[in-house]
C-alpha cells in the first residue's frame, strides 16, 4: 500500500509561478515512475509530466513544455511540479500519481496504482 500526499496548490495571477510536492510513504521501494496529472472542470484528465525514478529521465507534455520541471528528492520519497509562467488554461485539480511497473511511455493514467487525493491551482488572468 501506497500514500500520496499532496500540497503546494492555490490561487496565483497569471504569469505567477506555484510548486506542488508530493510525498509517498508506504510501500515505495518499488517506485517505477512518478507523474503528475491535471483535469479541468468537466474534462478528462490530461498527463502533465513523469519521471522515471532510478534515471531521473524526465517528459513533459507539449502544453506545460518551457515552463514545468518535475524533480525528486529521493531521500524524502518526494516529487515535485515547479510551474512558472502560469496561465489561465492550467487552472486544474493536480494529481501525482505512482507507478510500480514498467509501461512504454508512463504517459497514461493507466500506468500508475496509486494516486494523490488532488489538489487545487486556479490561475487569475
Known amino acids: 500500500q501506497v500514500q500520496l500526499v499532496e500540497s503546494g496548490g492555490g490561487l496565483v495571477q497569471a504569469g505567477g509561478s506555484l510548486r506542488l510536492s508530493c510525498a509517498a510513504s508506504g510501500r515505495t521501494f518499488s517506485i517505477y515512475a512518478m507523474g503528475w496529472f491535471r483535469q479541468a472542470p468537466g474534462k478528462g484528465r490530461d498527463f502533465v509530466a513523469r519521471l522515471y525514478w532510478s534515471s531521473g529521465s524526465t517528459y513533459y507534455a507539449d502544453s506545460v513544455k518551457g515552463r514545468f520541471t518535475i524533480s525528486r528528492d529521493n531521500a524524502k520519497n518526494t516529487v515535485y511540479l515547479q510551474m512558472n509562467n502560469l496561465k489561465p488554461e492550467d487552472t486544474a485539480v493536480y494529481y501525482c500519481?505512482?507507478?510500480?511497473?514498467?509501461?512504454?511511455?508512463?504517459?497514461?493514467?493507466?500506468?500508475?496504482?496509486?494516486w494523490g487525493q488532488g489538489t487545487q491551482v486556479t490561475v487569475s488572468s
Open positions: 500519481a505512482l507507478g510500480s511497473h514498467w509501461s512504454r511511455s508512463s504517459r497514461s493514467s493507466a500506468d500508475y496504482d496509486s
